[in-house]
């Protein structure tokens, strides 16, 4: 069977397994980086995050919120008082801080390759979770390069 897309070469095994190992790491990530940023923004906007509106935000049922605080309870992310709703932790709210300033960083690249705002934001839900280190740089030279070329 010839190759649909000959100038394409697949990499290597081991830089691929490596690909391939890093997504799946980002994966068991993503959730405890959107339930912090999210009880940032509750605790920011409402004064509280209960795990009511953290459910019906996330789309979830109670007890998976319940089984996933508790997770980021054990990883020292969050922590809970009885009938007061949650709270982040120092490491807690320096990683809701870190992915805000993740996903603002990719809304305003999206923003400016012309997306349309509604769709920046939407996707800027998945893919901050998987820019690299280095690629959040690059994205940052070229908003600061292209904010130097508005004003001359």
């Given amino acids: 069977m010839a190759d649909p897309n000959p100038a394409y070469e697949q990499p290597p095994e081991a830089d691929q397994a490596d690909r391939f190992g890093k997504a799946r790491a980002v994966r068991s990530t ?9 009880i940032a ?9 209960r795990m009511v509106d953290i459910a019906r935000r996330q789309g979830v049922s109670h007890p998976t919120v319940i089984k996933t605080i508790g997770r980021l309870k ?7 008082r009885p009938y007061r709703g949650l709270f982040l932790t120092e490491a807690g709210q320096a990683l809701a801080e870190r992915v805000r300033a993740r996903h ?19 996707d800027a839900e998945g893919i901050e979770h998987h ?5 959040l740089a690059a994205f940052s030279r070229f908003l600061r390069e292209a904010a130097l070329r508005r004003r001359t």
């Fill in 104 to 122: 603002r960083t990719v809304v305003e690249v999206l923003l400016a390759v012309g997306v349309p705002p509604e769709d920046a934001e939407a």
């Fill in 41 to 49: 923004d509750l605790l920011a906007t409402d004064g509280e995050a």
């Fill in 131 to 135: 820019v690299s280190d280095n690629t």
């Fill in 30 to 38: 993503v959730q405890a980086e959107d339930y912090v940023e999210l």
């Fill in 74 to 80: 054990r990883e020292g992310l969050v922590a809970g």
